[in-house]
């Protein structure tokens, strides 16, 4: 078996080219996850609830600015590499000076705003200005964006690895030697730094020079007029994942943000499962449709069916043992959290409802409702967090989380006449009865086939 799957790649180059760009950027995955898994933990315990919720309310502080960097462009220079590899330095160029210029602009924009929310808080405006500095760096992304329209991701996939390991190999030493937090903040920096360096090598021994980019008005024009709008996508998804994080540093202290931190990165850590499993559902699916319309909303149905029941498998023994798992990760310090990742796990359900419905509106064509959900989500999430965390503190915070993610699931669908019948068969999934026995009236066909 193995032969025959070898040499049906090597017979098809770009294949083999395009499996091996994908195991590449599939081993950087994993190698991220390892490293921040076990690093991590040992960072959290070290810096302790009040200085590790410090370093992610500037991160998420910072996350509001992000999708201003660069006013979207990244997002599709990927397709005109593609599309017009010969015009690669004006594309090049017009992107790193449109990215650049931004992030100077947005460096300086943190650092003020920093000053007017968290006033006489010098600690606060350091870790801000370290973490800042960062955003001209992405400005050599557009390296990164030219090697993967090239299917080598092999290079960028080695740079950012080397820069993270070295930049966990100084946290790690300034854990030893007991530094304080500012160093963790330098320490991420030089991730950055590292990795702009050796994708300028790679450039480089790639034949390529950056002294040939140059900018173009009329390219940059072109650009933004397609990119603007993915501002504005980039921003209700940063409010909808960071949001609360800022607003539990302003409204109560970073003790809390760092005990929130640790609960909703636990809770995050299976969010991609969805993804996952629609990435194989969905062919069968989209199939489906070319057969029958009811056909189609048959499979829909069913699929509507294991998205809402299967996070459960999840959801259950994390929020009945949610205070042991904390502890056993993160030490007694942190045992309060315990709490809140009871509560927070449970947007795991709407996060599935919530892949499920986007994949269905991307197919149908309606990216319009999409947007719509995920804007009268992120809204909610905000009005919801200015209500619920100065009577429940963080805990409110995760309510907020978990109802503004449904709200985004279920009610955004009301709103529409093509979305109501999916609200409906939403609805009709939360009947268990009615799940199980067409589960049974299933098996029993297949077994009697």
């Given at each position: 078996?193995?032969?025959?799957?070898n040499?049906?790649i090597?017979?098809r180059p770009?294949l083999?080219?395009i499996l091996?760009?994908?195991?590449?950027?599939?081993?950087?995955?994993?190698?991220?996850?390892?490293?921040?898994v076990?690093?991590?933990?040992?960072v959290v315990?070290?810096?302790?609830?009040?200085d590790?919720?410090?370093?992610?309310?500037?991160?998420?502080?910072g996350?509001?600015?992000s999708p201003?960097?660069?006013l979207?462009v990244?997002?599709?220079l990927?397709?005109?590499?593609?599309?017009?590899?010969?015009?690669?330095?004006?594309?090049s160029?017009?992107a790193?000076w449109?990215?650049?210029?931004t992030?100077?602009?947005?460096?300086?924009?943190m650092?003020?705003?920093?000053?007017?929310v968290?006033?006489?808080?010098f600690?606060a405006?350091l870790?801000?200005?370290?973490l800042?500095l960062g955003n001209?760096l992405?400005?050599?992304d557009?390296i990164s964006?030219w090697f993967?329209?090239k299917?080598?991701?092999?290079?960028t996939?080695?740079?950012?690895?080397?820069?993270l390991?070295?930049?966990?190999?100084l946290?790690?030493y300034?854990i030893?030697?007991?530094f304080?937090?500012?160093?963790?903040?330098?320490?991420?920096l030089?991730?950055?730094?590292?990795?702009?360096?050796?994708?300028?090598?790679f450039?480089?021994?790639?034949k390529?020079?950056?002294?040939?980019w140059r900018?173009?008005?009329?390219?940059?024009?072109?650009?933004?007029?397609v990119s603007?709008p993915?501002i504005f996508?980039?921003?209700?998804?940063?409010i909808?994942?960071k949001?609360?994080?800022v607003?539990i540093?302003?409204?109560?202290s970073d003790?809390?943000?760092?005990?929130?931190?640790?609960?909703?990165?636990?809770?995050?850590?299976?969010?991609f499962?969805p993804?996952v499993?629609?990435v194989?559902l969905l062919p069968?699916?989209?199939?489906?449709?070319?057969?029958?319309?009811?056909?189609?909303?048959?499979?829909?149905q069913?699929?509507?069916d294991?998205?809402t029941?299967f996070?459960f498998?999840?959801?259950?023994?994390?929020?009945?043992?949610s205070?042991?798992i904390?502890?056993f990760?993160?030490?007694q310090?942190?045992?309060?959290?315990?709490?809140?990742?009871?509560?927070?796990?449970w947007?795991l359900?709407?996060?599935?409802?919530?892949?499920a419905?986007?994949?269905?509106l991307l197919?149908e064509?309606l990216t319009?409702?999409?947007?719509?959900?995920?804007?009268?989500?992120?809204?909610?999430?905000?009005l919801?967090?200015?209500?619920?965390?100065p009577?429940w503190?963080?805990n409110g915070?995760?309510?907020?989380?978990?109802?503004?993610?449904l709200?985004?699931?279920?009610?955004g669908l009301?709103?529409?006449?093509?979305?109501?019948?999916?609200f409906?068969m939403?609805?009709?999934s939360?009947n268990?009865?009615?799940?199980?026995?067409?589960f049974?009236?299933y098996?029993?066909?297949r077994?009697?086939?």
């Amino acid at each position: 078996m193995l032969s025959k799957i070898n040499s049906l790649i090597k017979d098809r180059p770009i294949l083999e080219k395009i499996l091996k760009n994908i195991s590449w950027l599939t081993l950087e995955r994993g190698f991220q996850l390892f490293l921040s898994v076990f690093v991590g933990i040992w960072v959290v315990r070290y810096l302790g609830p009040s200085d590790f919720g410090l370093m992610n309310f500037a991160m998420a502080f910072g996350s509001i600015f992000s999708p201003f960097i660069g006013l979207g462009v990244s997002s599709i220079l990927l397709r005109e590499f593609i599309k017009h590899p010969e015009n690669k330095n004006v594309l090049s160029g017009t992107a790193f000076w449109i990215t650049f210029v931004t992030g100077v602009i947005i460096t300086i924009s943190m650092n003020i705003v920093i000053l007017f929310v968290r006033p006489n808080d010098f600690e606060a405006f350091l870790v801000v200005f370290v973490l800042s500095l960062g955003n001209v760096l992405l400005a050599f992304d557009v390296i990164s964006i030219w090697f993967d329209s090239k299917t080598e991701s092999n290079k960028t996939v080695l740079a950012r690895n080397l820069g993270l390991i070295f930049s966990y190999m100084l946290r790690i030493y300034f854990i030893l030697a007991g530094f304080p937090l500012i160093f963790f903040m330098i320490a991420a920096l030089f991730d950055s730094v590292i990795r702009v360096i050796l994708f300028l090598f790679f450039y480089y021994k790639d034949k390529q020079n950056i002294f040939l980019w140059r900018f173009d008005f009329q390219v940059a024009k072109k650009l933004l007029s397609v990119s603007w709008p993915l501002i504005f996508s980039g921003v209700m998804i940063v409010i909808y994942m960071k949001i609360d994080q800022v607003m539990i540093g302003l409204m109560l202290s970073d003790y809390e943000v760092g005990l929130y931190s640790v609960a909703v990165k636990l809770s995050e850590v299976v969010y991609f499962l969805p993804g996952v499993i629609m990435v194989s559902l969905l062919p069968s699916l989209i199939k489906s449709k070319l057969v029958s319309k009811k056909f189609y909303q048959e499979r829909l149905q069913k699929l509507f069916d294991f998205m809402t029941w299967f996070p459960f498998i999840l959801i259950l023994p994390i929020f009945f043992f949610s205070s042991q798992i904390i502890v056993f990760l993160y030490g007694q310090e942190y045992i309060i959290a315990g709490q809140t990742l009871a509560i927070s796990i449970w947007a795991l359900f709407a996060v599935f409802i919530k892949v499920a419905v986007e994949n269905y509106l991307l197919n149908e064509n309606l990216t319009k409702i999409i947007f719509f959900t995920s804007f009268l989500g992120s809204i909610s999430n905000v009005l919801l967090n200015l209500i619920f965390i100065p009577f429940w503190g963080i805990n409110g915070a995760a309510l907020t989380t978990v109802i503004s993610y449904l709200i985004a699931s279920y009610l955004g669908l009301i709103f529409f006449k093509e979305t109501r019948p999916i609200f409906i068969m939403l609805l009709k999934s939360l009947n268990l009865v009615r799940v199980l026995n067409s589960f049974k009236q299933y098996c029993t066909s297949r077994i009697f086939k």
